[in-house]
């Protein structure tokens, strides 16, 4: 489900074990139009968050058997990937840093205007929209879904071409090589002497670009291909 901010309401995880701030989160989240489920305790927000989908979790460090960053680790290793705030009393330059470099999105220290923490939360949610969606000219890539559409049109991708479409946005609109896109595509780090890629770019620009008045995927002499709009 794609993370469109205008259309869709957000689903936030309060982890604290504190009942008052429980309380006082759920309320000014709720009251601020999002959606807002509490937990007790780590043991309680991983069943939650196995269990149920959200779009942000306000995290405590201290939590009662386990801790915050245990929560944290845990996520990230079964592959769950969504925004995390640390929201806590513990206000050491250290557990800043640490609570950042385990991948949290930004560190509240207690006490905190709510304000701000609501500030936070929508820059949080704002660039987490940004990086699901990438868009050249018309054609739009809804990374969390493995959607692609150009001009509101829905394009029939193969997994392949879909990974070759994604290379080249990488590339930023400039060349990217044959060799790179087999090495990222295929796995293959040498040139194996096909035309695997010249026949793939060839399928993707059919449904990419033939339909459509302007091409977007380009050939660059000697280099490879970009994809960019019009310059």
């Known amino acids: 489900m794609a993370l469109d901010w205008s259309a869709k309401v957000a ?12 309380v006082f989160l759920e309320r000014g989240l709720e009251e ?10 780590g043991e309680r927000a991983l069943a939650l968050l196995r269990a149920q989908s ?15 960053w245990d929560v944290m680790e845990t996520l990230r290793a079964e592959g769950r990937e969504l925004p995390v705030i640390w929201v806590t009393a ?3 330059v250290d557990e800043r840093i640490k609570g950042l470099q385990m991948g949290g999105d930004d560190y509240v220290v207690k006490p905190f ?3 701000e923490l609501l500030a936070r939360i929508h820059a949080v949610l704002r660039r987490r929209r940004d990086n699901l969606r990438t868009q050249v000219g018309d054609l739009e890539i809804d990374h ?4 692609v559409t150009r001009g509101g049109k829905t394009l029939d991708l193969t997994r392949t071409e879909l990974s070759l479409l994604k290379r080249l946005v990488d590339g930023s609109g400039e060349a990217v090589s044959r060799i790179d896109l087999l090495q990222a595509v295929w ?3 040498f040139d194996p002497g096909t035309n695997v890629v010249e026949v793939h770019i060839r399928r993707l ?16 002499r000697g280099s490879g291909y970009a994809l960019h709009a019009d310059r």
């Open 187 to 189: 796995g293959i780090d």
């Open 11 to 22: 689903r936030i995880l309060v982890v604290d074990d504190d009942p008052k701030v429980r």
């Open 32 to 41: 601020s139009g999002m959606l807002c489920t509490t937990a007790e305790n």
């Open 54 to 68: 959200f779009d942000l979790v306000l995290l405590d460090v201290t939590l009662p058997g386990i801790q915050g």
């Open 90 to 92: 513990r206000d050491a």
């Open 113 to 115: 205007a709510f304000a």
């Open 144 to 147: 969390l879904r493995g959607v």
């Open 205 to 220: 620009r059919k449904k990419v670009d033939d339909p459509f008045e302007h091409a977007l995927i380009h050939t660059v």
